[in-house]
């Protein structure tokens, strides 16, 4: 493939940002740099690194937000904060050793009714809250293997998916994306965004001791709506974003791919204006934002999110030394290392989250 780089929007960054980047991230690359081991095949008609290597990726910088971003969802943020979540609490018919299981469902903006789980620690108090984001494949039931202790874990699904599936909203990631595209202010990815705000609201209602203790973990479509909600939301003390979409939104509408944004970039033949509305939905340019210590785990390789727009949003925080970029090898595909890497992935998340 030809190194078409340096023709995207972004690509002339300068090298002191590209050091500073690579300085910020040294201690989470440096752990897993020996056993870099990218796809070499695969069964895509495109090539899911783009031709580019991971400095290149590290120079990555996000595009220029719009005018009127953060009043956008600072507007969307105190509507959200001032909805009532009306927790309902039931015994769940899931159980585990570590975990009481709660069903859980809540009241979001818009009167759209959340459902999910809510996990509780067997042991010890409840001294941290979690809330965990889901992919765009949606989420059957929570994750037991959260390396969490002392802490209440929320699993909610975003309206329309799973246990928040609502017609006349689609279920299927192509169909979803497209909901109310053209209305930025009735947009479903601002609805997800408002649905990860309200959680937070509803695990302080029921523990009010964990305002500020609260954080954030998603993946994918979970890391995209996490990099928007995190930085309007000072409940949330630090975030936890796994090769996140929505980044980059000119590279996200231009690059081939089977993910979500594929369902999009058909849309945007007929609708050119789409760009538009997708800039004030940039996770890159809310990244910028966010003031709370993060772990971010983009990849070299990934076929549904191109890692040009995970790397926007992980090169886009502010350097600091509590943030920290861990460098995947692939994401949405299967490869040779990735259960040496998901174990220091892992300890990274449990020591990342740990109650002080």
Request: with cysteine; glycine share 8%; proline share 8%.
């Amino acid at each position: 493939m030809k190194r078409w780089f340096n023709t995207l929007p972004g690509a002339k960054a300068v090298k002191n940002r590209y050091f500073a980047i690579l300085k910020l991230v040294s201690a989470g690359f440096s752990r897993n740099m020996h056993r870099m081991s990218v796809p070499k095949t695969h069964p895509f008609d495109f090539d899911p690194t783009y031709g580019m290597q991971r400095e290149q990726l590290l120079a990555i910088t996000p595009p220029e937000a719009p005018p009127g971003f953060d009043d956008f969802w600072k507007k969307r943020y105190r509507r959200a904060l001032a909805t009532d979540p009306r927790p309902v609490l039931r015994r769940s018919k899931l159980t585990h050793p570590r975990w009481q299981v709660l069903d859980l469902s809540y009241t979001s903006t818009d009167g759209f009714r959340i459902g999910g789980w809510l996990l509780l620690p067997r042991e010890g108090q409840v001294r941290r809250g979690l809330v965990v984001g889901h992919g765009y494949g949606g989420r059957g039931e929570p994750d037991f293997d959260v390396p969490m202790e002392e802490t209440a874990v929320l699993f909610p699904c975003f309206r329309g998916l799973s246990l928040s599936a609502c017609p006349p909203i689609s279920s299927d990631p192509a169909l979803h994306v497209l909901y109310n595209i053209d209305r930025k202010d009735d947009y479903i990815i601002g609805g997800c965004v408002d649905d990860l705000w309200v959680a937070v609201s509803t695990l302080v209602s029921l523990y009010p001791w964990l305002e500020g203790k609260v954080g954030y973990s998603g993946i994918s479509f979970g890391g995209g709506i996490g990099a928007l909600a995190i930085p309007f939301d000072a409940r949330i003390d630090r975030g936890h974003l796994v090769v996140p979409t929505f980044g980059h939104r000119p590279f996200w509408l231009t690059l081939p791919t089977v993910g979500s944004a594929d369902a999009v970039q058909t849309y945007q033949k007929t609708h050119a204006h789409v760009l538009e509305t997708l800039r004030l939905f940039d996770a890159a340019c809310a990244a910028a934002r966010i003031k709370v210590p993060m772990l971010v785990a983009p990849a070299l390789f990934d076929p549904a999110v191109a890692p040009p727009c995970q790397f926007a949003v992980a090169n886009a925080l502010p350097q600091s030394k509590f943030n920290e970029i861990f460098i995947l090898d692939a994401g949405h595909f299967e490869y040779a290392d990735s259960a040496s890497q998901d174990a220091v992935h892992k300890d990274k998340v449990r020591r990342f989250f740990k109650v002080p």
